[in-house]
């Protein structure tokens, strides 16, 4: 006897078949710009505009689907040893255009002996996510940068727009346990945020669990979102 699905496994069957075809959508998004970019064609800042919408919107399902499968204890973190620096070329050459478009210059700083464990794939999603949110806030600049900091990799991305609402300030180092309360009448769900501070849960080490903070200000004078990893 054939076993019935369940509506959430339906649905995430169909959130995986979106974002398979917004990724097709996305790449012939990229050869249009391409021509227009040669042609100097007046729709360039447009076209940039809707690859923006769609790969947030393919962002927004690899979250769902993410933790879909965290629900269903079927995501695992893939850790291994990854170099900062080339965790930050590759982010800054997948917005670079982008944030150019808007006259917004994308600056990255990390020493290149500076290597640590951590799942690359899940710390991408969270990078573009803050950086897709720092496009539409930013005035002219947004840094990402990689350190160690007291046992830690710091991965921050600045921004020098004006700042984080104070309802999204955070700090869960000192805040154990906070999760956002998803908010339908204002829009802001939180799922980046969520998805965020889940992929810092799932990075462990001698005791020590991943955090996110959330802080205005920094060396940009802005929003601060930091990722800290044991």
């Excluded at 007046?42 to 919408?53: D, S, T, V």
């Excluded at 070329?89 to 290597?115: P, V």
């Excluded at 991408?124 to 996510?129: A, P, S, T, Y």
């Excluded at 005035?139 to 900091?149: M, Y």
Aim: hydrophobic share 40%; aromatic share 10%; with cysteine.
């Amino acid at each position: 006897m054939k076993q019935s699905m369940s509506f959430a496994d339906i649905l995430a069957m169909t959130l995986h078949d979106t974002k398979n075809s917004l990724g097709i959508l996305f790449n012939n998004l990229e050869d249009i710009i391409a021509g227009c970019r040669s042609q100097n064609c007046a729709k360039h800042a447009e076209f940039y505009m809707l690859q923006y919408e769609i790969q947030r919107l393919n962002n927004s399902l690899i979250r769902l689907l993410s933790l879909y499968k965290a629900e269903k204890s079927q995501l695992a973190a893939n850790i291994d040893y990854h170099a900062a620096s080339d965790l930050l070329e590759e982010a800054a050459a997948s917005h670079e255009i982008l944030l150019s478009s808007r006259g917004i210059k994308l600056l990255t700083q990390s020493d290149d002996d500076l290597f640590w464990a951590f799942d690359r794939s899940l710390i991408e999603g969270v990078v573009d996510n803050v950086i897709n949110n720092a496009f539409r806030y930013a005035k002219a600049t947004v840094r990402i940068s990689a350190a160690q900091e007291d046992g830690y990799f710091v991965l921050k991305i600045e921004d020098d727009g004006a700042g984080y609402p104070p309802g999204m300030l955070i700090n869960e180092e000192k805040q154990p346990g906070f999760r956002r309360e998803i908010d339908f009448k204002t829009g802001s769900t939180g799922l980046g945020l969520y998805f965020s501070m889940m992929v810092a849960d799932m990075h462990v080490n001698r005791g020590k669990k991943g955090f996110i903070s959330i802080v205005n200000g920094g060396s940009l004078g802005g929003g601060v979102f930091s990722i800290y990893l044991p």
